[in-house]
């Protein structure tokens, strides 16, 4: 992992300075004298590894290690079968009793301990501390048959006052990492309420989350307002895109007021969103530098990313697929270990000017959660520049200033994700994410808490 990341990874350079050298150093020495020390389990390689990737100020820079769990949890035959494999035996449980669990739990000096439930187990989560975690959680009760009380759910390791390495072993026992930023990781890592020893609900709001339904939805709300609801810019629906933009903007024309809901829009592609940059638009947005990263494993992923797009042409489109052709061309020719600027427009390297400001809509905010990133916040940035746009929100991811992602497997099972290209200039909201105009809050639906905003918009600061 460290030797492909030296080597292979477009954020390297700007994550390891002079600066922070010593540190990283010293981060590496430390990490393979932890790996060195036992044999590891794919649990704790994966803490490892995410400990390294976190060094990084690139979000999307992370590991996973997904497990091959073949069961029909539906079949009593198959969920016997897969009690008597290797995987279900050997999982770590610990001996389950329920009396002594509550009796130490009511006397716990400890807000993070507790009994918290969701929609499918509970846990007891208690201290458990190890060189990759502080606290576990055991189930104590389960809706699925593929699991069991005592068995170890989640394990987190507290790194500061408000960071945690969250670790979650899904239904089908893949296990997910994340590094959470919250003073109780458990509620919004694990989606459940903290139910002993207080009875106080700690689960955040859903207001903050996207509407259900299909991933692109366009509403009148009322004689004055359109809604438009994007979940994805995934390049695979360009196509989509293209025919659903010519439908609405004959009716998006007509209103003074648009509402862009981009909430849990994990990114894609941006030109998922360029037909609706125009309407956006009030004065010129000045040239950014956007780099791609020359080296000879991300060669070869773009050049096994052309063959995917030249069998699935009508999905993606003849503009990506010319696209994708370039940068290979240009990649071959420069030196490896260096930078190559972009050179198309659709790469976003050059000034955009349209040819005049959009009579209608003439006021639109823009709506984001802190799952919005990524190609979603290239978006989020347009309206930045824009007197006719208000941010409402929160936060957004911070997946910004590293894209064109692409996978590269370990020998061990693992698959690494790491940028072959960089936007300097969107650095300083990498991880922080952007914030926006006018920050919504979580005790009304956030579509209503519009409707007082109109007036603000263009008087932001």
């Known amino acids: 992992m460290i030797n492909h990341l030296e080597n292979h990874y477009a954020g390297f350079q700007d994550n390891v300075t002079s600066k922070n050298k010593k540190s990283y150093q010293t981060l590496k020495k430390s990490l393979i004298e932890k790996a060195n020390k036992n044999k590891q389990t794919s649990i704790t390689c994966l803490a490892l590894l995410k400990e390294y990737t976190n060094f990084f100020r690139d979000n999307h820079l992370h590991a996973e290690f997904h ?18 494999s290797n995987l279900f035996r050997e999982w770590e449980r610990i001996p389950y009793d329920s009396t002594k669990i509550w009796q130490y ?6 807000p993070l301990e507790g009994i918290y439930d969701n929609a499918n187990y509970q846990v007891a989560v208690m201290r458990s501390p ?14 699925s ?27 089908n026992y893949q296990t997910i ?14 989606d459940a309420n903290k139910i002993f020893p207080t009875s106080s609900s700690t689960k955040p709001s859903a207001f903050n989350m996207p509407p259900e339904g299909d991933w692109f939805q366009f509403k009148v709300l009322n004689d004055s307002t359109t809604y438009l609801h994007i979940k994805s810019f995934d390049p695979s629906l360009q196509s989509k895109f293209d025919s ?3 439908q609405i903007t004959p009716i998006l024309e007509r209103k003074p007021y648009l509402i862009i809901d981009l909430r849990s829009n994990g990114g894609g592609t941006v030109s998922g969103w360029y037909p609706l940059r125009k309407y956006l638009y009030t004065r010129p947005i000045p040239k950014k530098k956007y780099d791609y990263y020359c080296s000879s494993e991300i060669i070869k992923e773009y050049e096994q990313m052309l063959v995917m797009i030249e069998k699935n042409k009508e999905a993606y489109g003849v503009e990506m697929l010319n696209a994708i052709k370039s940068v290979i061309e240009r990649l071959k020719k420069a030196k490896l270990g260096t930078f190559v600027p972009a050179d198309q427009p659709s790469d976003m390297n050059e000034s955009y000017q349209a040819e005049r400001i959009e009579p209608t809509p003439k006021k639109i905010i823009m709506m984001y959660n802190r799952e919005s990133a990524s190609a979603a916040e290239g978006f989020i940035l347009e309206g930045l520049q824009s007197d006719k746009v208000l941010l409402f929100g929160e936060n957004s991811g911070g997946f910004i200033a590293f894209g064109n992602i692409t ?11 790491r940028a072959t290209s960089r936007f ?14 006018i920050k919504a809050t979580n005790d009304k639906d956030w579509i209503e808490q519009t409707h007082s905003l109109w007036q603000k918009v263009g008087k932001k600061k």
Do not use: C, M
């Not at 190890?130 to 809706?143: E, L, V």
């Open 424 to 437: 300097l200039d969107h650095f300083p909201y990498e991880k922080t994410g952007i914030p926006p105009h």
């Open 244 to 246: 659903i933009y010519k």
């Open 177 to 190: 990492v994340n590094y959470s930023e919250s003073e109780n990781p458990v509620p919004t890592n694990f």
């Open 145 to 171: 048959p593929l699991w069991e009380k005592g068995q170890v759910k989640v394990e987190f390791k507290k790194i500061d006052a408000k960071n945690f390495l969250f670790i979650k072993h899904l239904q």
């Open 105 to 110: 739990l009511a006397k716990s000096k400890d």
């Open 130 to 143: 190890t060189h990759w975690r502080d606290y576990y959680g055991i189930i104590t009760q389960t809706k």
């Open 67 to 84: 497990q091959t769990l073949q069961v029909d949890a539906s079949s009593p035959e198959s969920v016997k079968a897969f009690k008597e």
């Open 407 to 417: 996978p590269a497997q370990t020998p061990s099972g693992f698959t690494l994700y």
